[in-house]
């Protein structure tokens, strides 16, 4: 039977036993939009949710009985009778996010929409069990710094390097071969007793930027992950677009196996340093200020500058995205080099230039994967 994580959330979140919802599709319109604008009044939602007063009241009223809603009341009142303003009540709820990273595991606890804490453990070693045990003694370990229960978590979201296959599988790099091809969402659900929602790492990632990013303020963009390998994501309206069999944005695909070590990675980029010396280097000590001093650091840039160039073109060219993002481990030092290299396929047309987006460096710097996959449950069911 195909595994539904709605089928395993708790039942002191649902509205209804019956349908397994956690939230209506009003219900979901009013808390995303009170999400995005914390201390709006009531009487402000009727026109953008398109709801009669009677009904948005009866609403806001349910939500609130359910302790999903905080009531406050502003210092000014304009004229008529008294609006509250509403937030959302952070510890109604709490998510896991959880990111899978060859050498690194991190874990995102987040309230309703509010990041808490965070963690990383290491990854390292060939089973999967032990590892799904490491994951299970760290989120108890999260947990506890915020005095909670398991009760309390509404779902987990899973974010894992590589390329999505069939349900909640995975064709991971070599160093994650044991997180390959296995539906792993049924098996981290069992490990942690709660329900569990699954995604590509470099998606995920872009979600973040785009909630609490530099895409906050933009429908649409690319977001470039340099993590071991070299994927990314598509954010399209705000949201993630993940395509037919959920690999949109897997620029890898770009490059054929005789240009995979041109590719701008950063595991090809660890075998060139350690190649140059750096024997025992990890992801993790790339992050140095003086990086772009190294042996090498100079030399790798300009080799995978046209592959970098080619991934830029490629997304201007079939996606057209506002705003480009390069994220994942990638150090502001190198992304700043690659931009100020970037170079446009942009002849003038009758003199003309044709618009291109911008690009940045990512905000989301400590643990964006496992952000974003906090945020999965949340809007697979109330958001």
């Known amino acids: 039977m195909k595994y539904d994580p709605l089928n395993h959330v708790a039942a002191h979140f649902l509205r209804d036993t019956q349908s397994m919802r956690v939230a209506s599709r009003n219900e979901r319109d009013l808390l995303r939009l009170i999400w995005k604008s914390p201390g709006i009044e009531r009487s402000d939602l009727t026109e953008p949710l398109d709801l009669t007063q009677q009904s948005l009241h009866r609403i806001v009223a349910r939500l609130h009985e359910r302790g999903m809603l905080i009531f406050s009341h502003p210092e000014t009142r304009r004229p008529g009778p008294p609006s509250p ?23 995102c606890l987040m309230g309703f929409g509010e990041p808490l804490e965070k963690m990383e453990i290491q990854q390292a070693g ?19 710094r915020r005095s909670a229960k398991r009760r309390d978590v509404l779902g987990v979201g899973l974010a ?33 007793g709660l329900p569990v929602w699954a995604d590509n790492v470099a998606r995920t990632a872009a979600l973040a930027e785009a909630i609490f990013g530099v895409g906050r303020d933009v429908a649409d963009f ?17 949201m993630p677009f993940r395509g037919n069999f959920g690999n949109a944005g897997e620029f890898s695909v770009l490059f054929g196996r005789q240009d995979y070590e041109e590719r701008p990675a950063l595991g090809v980029l660890l075998e060139h340093l350690r190649a140059k010396g750096r024997s025992n280097l990890t992801l993790r000590d790339l992050k140095n200020d003086d990086l772009m001093d190294w042996d090498g650091v100079g030399e ?3 080799r995978v500058t046209p592959a970098h160039n080619r991934a830029i073109n490629a997304i201007c060219a079939i996606f057209d995205p506002a705003l ?17 290299r970037t170079e446009f396929n ?30 999965i449950p949340l809007f697979e069911t109330v958001l």
Not at 160 to 184: K, Q, Y
Not at 222 to 238: K, N, Q, T, W
Not at 326 to 334: D, F, I, K, M, V
């Open 324 to 340: 480009i993002v390069l994220g994942g481990e990638l150090p502001h030092s190198l992304a700043r080099m690659l931009i100020e």
């Open 160 to 192: 894992v390097a590589g390329h999505r296959m069939l349900e909640t599988a995975f064709n991971c790099p070599l160093p994650l071969a044991h997180w390959s091809l296995i539906d792993l969402a049924p098996l981290l659900g069992e490990q942690l």
């Open 222 to 238: 690319a977001y470039i992950a340099h993590l071991h390998g070299y994927g990314g994501g598509l954010v399209s309206g705000g």
């Open 126 to 144: 060939s089973s999967l069990s032990a590892e799904m045990q490491r994951i299970e003694a760290a989120v108890e370990e999260l947990l506890a």
């Open 346 to 375: 942009n002849l003038p047309r009758h003199g003309v230039l044709r618009d291109v987006p911008r690009l940045a460096v990512a905000q989301i710097i400590d643990a964006p994967g496992a952000i974003g996959a906090a945020l």
């Open 85 to 107: 303003e509403l937030t959302l009540r952070k510890d109604w709820c709490l998510t896991l996010g959880i990111s899978v990273n060859v050498g690194s595991i991190g874990l």
């Open 300 to 302: 790798w840039i300009d």
